[in-house]
């Protein structure tokens, strides 16, 4: 059964830290690039960041460039979302996703389009708050 399920979430002041991880089952994490998405209530679904399979190409969003860091350990069938100096903004369930494929080598590329994405965890729970 092909699943993805995130953990690490939790409440923390601004300017804490949090590492999310995203365990895979039921396919060949090493095949496909993964997502980290995010929803807030009452917004839409938004990108944060994507990982390449074997050259490990990275995309950030704007809103978490210099802060956030995305890495996979095939190894270990997870992939993790690092993110330091959080901000208010950035409360929201967090998920991550399997890349489907398509045209795009997926050893170099990525992106954030929700669409393309499929397989999607359960989410996790980021709260930044004082």
């Known amino acids: 059964q092909l699943q993805l399920v995130e953990s690490g979430g939790g409440l923390v002041q601004p300017g804490g830290s949090l590492r999310l991880s995203c365990a895979v089952s039921g396919f060949t994490l090493d095949m496909y690039a993964i997502g980290w998405f995010r929803q807030a209530p009452g917004k839409e679904r938004e990108g944060v960041s994507c990982?390449?399979?074997?050259?490990?190409?990275?995309v950030y969003a704007d809103s978490v460039k210099g802060r956030f860091t995305i890495s996979r350990d095939d190894a270990k069938d997870t992939v993790y979302l690092q993110m330091n100096n959080l901000k208010p903004e950035d409360t929201a369930i967090y998920f991550c996703?399997?890349?489907?494929?398509?045209?795009?080598?997926?050893?170099?590329?990525?992106?954030?389009?929700?669409?393309?994405?499929?397989?999607w965890g359960q989410g996790t729970q980021v709260t930044v708050s004082s």
């Open positions: 990982i390449s399979t074997s050259e490990r190409r990275t």
């Open positions: 996703a399997r890349r489907k494929p398509d045209y795009y080598n997926q050893a170099y590329y990525c992106d954030l389009f929700v669409h393309r994405y499929i397989n």
